[in-house]
């Protein structure tokens, strides 16, 4: 979680950490508040989890703050087995509800004596801007509080003065990601996920009606939802409330969707964010939209209103993943905190987890509405931050094809290919390709079965409407090969002199996978052995395990022998003899050459007769398979449109000097590091790479091991996060990979 750890053998510092900041003799409330969002259970997980492995006390706070007013069998302490098989629960175990009692001093008041009575001074809030603008005034009253109790006799001085101050930390959990100073709120994910399974179950009605789909999204003030599944589907129209159609929108989109008709294009998708408003800030409902349509084209036109099925479903890997490391940071957050220490926000900036002054985020995210209402619609996208106009942009540029007039030609000529695995995601990033070149006034050409293809002149001209619905479609188009250029280089650079192609967009890496989705519900006393992909890459191993709580995870990047897989059976074996009866183990497939997933099978199943029974599963290219996800299907548009700026760039420079040799800076590879998308040249990637397994030679997310340890209820060890102190609330950054 921080840059400045070990993350080859990240042990023992924990214990440094504990002696400044013990939760011994400490309690923490938890609470869910407001709607109800995928993932805040693992976000609860993970404080009751954490918590209890500082040695602090954590009390369940049950229907959010109408529990705290109530209190009694509202409030109760939580314990290990407590928060057991809840991660791939949607909701909040904890039950969430909206409470008029807490807005008024008598009823923080109830809440303040209930807390009192129990010790808890420590509080984790997960809601939103609402829920946590609540906390934060509960806390400024605290002391006032305390002080009416003692006047009216319900504490006594003492209890007064070793309960003087309240720590407040809050988590956003809001599947609508309205909440300025974090790039994904806990839910969004999820929510975009059922989204696009509905979007994807309606765009096989193209096979056999030529309709209309009318799709309204939640965000009511916001419109994350509706943009992100906009680019994500290719959508022929989308309605936002901080970005307005200009006027005459009516007779721009019914061209617009009578053009693709023309273009024999069987189904119109639009989405509509329920929130969403016109220039004089009057509403545009999809009910509207679908009488515009029939009215004035006849098309056969369909409204689906989605309504609360994007908060229900199991949250996403991404959800799990963000929750637990928001969840372990808040904990620290309420152990470092101080009298002096304003209430913060647990925050994601990239892959790092940061704290911000949870009343500035508030005050920024108030401004966005301001600005809606006041009608200042750019300053009301530009609030959203940079990755929310980055994402309007992109969308606006793939999705309206500018008349061939409008378009200056640059006479170059551009080649996309897909290399290595397939993965999902490729055809997101080869449409978005096509049409940004397009846009830039180039020939765009499509390479058929990768270097192979290439070699062959397996080579294609591809054009705007030849890319139409992609996003959503798994594997490569395109078709892609393992194979490495090497032994063709002159039939390639032949074929590249044939086609006169200028630049070439190469799609691919060493390894690509998709997903892993795992449970163990339902059955007892059995531990499942897991073997996912990735070569010698073990993220997938490692994040697939703190997404599904697995017991362990074997990676090739952190050595294990055989005394680890002992320590592993004797933690399985005792945790059978408790009310938890699942394990679930997984292993990278190329962790050990000796160790293998039969190995690890035969210990355990002979180590654990009698406690256990095992089962084992390689999951193989079920991995590859299947529809993008959402964070997929818009990464791979959003980074193959700057891929394509680039090359448009670099072709823009040459124009004119005839021929040029190749300098280190024109063969680049574009990818994240930390939250910043950056094109490094080839050559320097060379230190920064283990060839002999296709890896880099660091890894950040090793450094989030410790936490699946902890959280499985290992003796591991914890670095504090640099988020260690509390960052000043900034408009985000040119890119935010980690905010789809």
Same mark, same amino acid.
């Given at each position: 979680m921080d840059d400045h750890d070990d993350t080859q053998n990240p042990k023992g510092s924990f214990r440094k950490?504990?002696?400044?900041?013990? #939760?011994?003799?400490?309690?923490?409330? !938890?609470?869910?508040?407001?709607?109800?969002? /995928? $993932? +805040?259970?693992?976000?609860?997980?993970?404080?009751?989890?954490? #918590?209890?492995?500082?040695?602090?006390? !954590?009390?369940?706070?049950?229907?959010?703050? /109408? $529990? +705290?007013?109530?209190?009694?069998?509202?409030i109760v302490e939580a314990d290990w087995e407590s928060v057991s098989s809840i991660l791939q629960v949607g909701g909040t175990i904890i039950g969430s509800a909206r409470c008029k009692d807490f807005?008024?001093?008598?009823?923080?008041?109830?809440a303040a004596a209930n807390l009192t009575q129990l010790g808890i001074t420590n509080l984790c809030v997960i809601g939103g801007d609402g829920s946590l603008t609540g906390a934060n005034i509960f806390r400024r009253e605290w002391s006032g509080l305390l002080e009416e109790l003692v006047k009216d006799g319900k504490?006594?001085?003492?209890?007064?003065?070793?309960?003087?101050?309240?720590?407040?930390?809050?988590?956003?959990?809001?599947?609508?990601?309205?909440?300025?100073?974090?790039?994904?709120?806990?839910?969004?994910?999820?929510?975009?996920?059922?989204?696009?399974?509905?979007?994807?179950?309606?765009?096989?009605?193209?096979q056999s009606h030529q309709r209309t789909f009318v799709l309204e999204v939640m965000g009511r003030h916001c419109g994350y939802l509706a943009l992100v599944s906009a680019l994500a589907c290719g959508a022929d129209w989308v309605f936002l409330p901080e970005s307005p159609p200009e006027d005459g929108w009516q007779e721009d989109m019914c061209v617009k969707l009578s053009e693709n008709r023309a273009r024999k294009k069987r189904l119109n998708i639009i989405i509509v964010a329920e929130g969403a408003i016109d220039t004089q800030n009057k509403p545009i409902t999809s009910e509207q939209i679908k009488e515009l349509v029939v009215s004035q084209l006849g098309y056969d036109t369909r409204v689906t209103i989605l309504g609360h099925v994007q908060r229900g479903g199991t949250p996403s890997a991404f959800d799990r993943i963000l929750a637990s490391r928001m969840g372990v940071e808040a904990v620290v957050a309420l152990l470092q905190a101080t009298p002096e220490t304003p209430a913060c926000v647990v925050s994601l900036s990239g892959n790092q987890a940061v704290r911000l002054p949870l009343m500035e985020c508030v005050q920024m995210t108030q401004e966005v509405q301001k600005a809606m209402d006041e009608r200042r619609f750019k300053d009301a996208v530009k609030l959203r931050g940079r990755s929310f106009e980055s994402?309007?942009?992109?969308?606006?540029?793939?999705?309206?094809?500018?008349?061939?007039?409008?378009?200056?030609?640059?006479?170059?000529?551009?080649?996309?290919?897909?290399?290595?695995?397939?993965?999902?995601g490729m055809n997101a990033a080869v449409r978005?390709?096509?049409?940004?070149?397009?846009?830039?006034?180039?020939?765009?050409?499509?390479?058929?079965?990768?270097?192979e293809g290439f070699a062959k002149g397996q080579i294609k001209e591809i054009g705007w409407s030849d890319v139409g619905g992609w996003t959503g479609q798994g594997g490569s188009i395109l078709g892609t090969k393992r194979t490495l250029p090497g032994k063709?280089?002159?039939?390639?650079?032949?074929?590249?002199?044939?086609?006169?192609?200028?630049a070439l967009l190469i799609i691919g890496g060493f390894e690509t996978c998709d997903r892993i989705k795992q449970s163990a519900s339902g059955t007892k006393r059995r531990v499942f052995i897991i073997e996912t992909m990735g070569g010698f890459c073990g993220y997938l191993a490692n994040m697939g395990a703190l997404a599904a709580g697995a017991d362990a995870a074997y990676i090739f990047e952190e050595p294990f022998d055989i005394r680890d897989l002992q320590s592993n059976v004797e933690h399985l074996t005792?945790?059978?003899?408790?009310?938890?009866?699942?394990?679930?183990?997984?292993?990278?497939?190329?962790?050990?050459?000796?160790?293998?997933?039969?190995?690890?099978?035969?210990?355990y199943s002979e180590e654990g007769k009698g406690v256990f029974d095992c089962r084992k599963n390689v999951l193989g290219h079920m991995q590859q398979g299947g529809a993008p996800s959402p964070f997929d299907r818009n990464f791979g548009t959003k980074i193959s449109a700057r891929a394509m700026q680039w090359i448009s760039a670099k072709l823009k420079e040459s124009l004119g000097k005839g021929k040029r040799f190749v300098s280190d800076d024109s063969i680049c590879v574009l990818g994240i590091s930390k939250r910043n998308l950056l094109f490094q040249p080839v050559a320097a990637l060379k230190e920064q790479t283990d060839f002999?397994?296709?890896?880099?030679?660091?890894?950040?997310?090793?450094?989030?091991?410790?936490?699946?340890?902890?959280?499985?209820?290992?003796?591991?060890s914890f670095e504090v996060s640099d988020a260690g102190q509390l960052e000043p609330v900034q408009h985000r950054g040119p890119e935010e990979p980690a905010a789809i």
């Open positions: 950490f504990l002696e400044h900041l013990s #939760g011994a003799g400490k309690a923490i409330g !938890v609470l869910t508040s407001g709607g109800d969002a /995928q $993932g +805040m259970n693992a976000a609860v997980r993970a404080v009751v989890r954490m #918590g209890i492995y500082v040695g602090a006390k !954590v009390y369940f706070i049950y229907e959010g703050y /109408q $529990g +705290m007013v109530d209190g009694g069998s509202n807005r008024s001093r008598e009823g923080r008041l109830k504490i006594d001085q003492e209890a007064a003065r070793r309960h003087g101050h309240l720590n407040v930390v809050g988590m956003v959990g809001s599947i609508d990601n309205d909440f300025c100073g974090t790039d994904m709120t806990i839910g969004t994910d999820s929510a975009l996920h059922r989204i696009m399974e509905v979007v994807d179950a309606i765009m096989t009605t193209a994402n309007l942009n992109t969308y606006k540029r793939l999705a309206i094809k500018l008349s061939d007039s409008h378009i200056p030609k640059t006479n170059c000529n551009v080649g996309v290919v897909n290399v290595g695995a397939p993965a999902a978005a390709a096509v049409r940004v070149g397009i846009a830039d006034g180039h020939k765009m050409f499509a390479v058929y079965d990768g270097f063709s280089l002159e039939d390639i650079a032949a074929q590249m002199r044939a086609h006169r192609i200028n005792e945790k059978m003899k408790t009310t938890i009866q699942r394990g679930l183990v997984l292993r990278n497939e190329s962790c050990s050459e000796n160790y293998t997933t039969d190995f690890i099978y035969q210990l002999e397994h296709r890896i880099p030679k660091e890894q950040w997310w090793l450094k989030l091991r410790p936490l699946m340890k902890i959280l499985a209820k290992y003796k591991a």
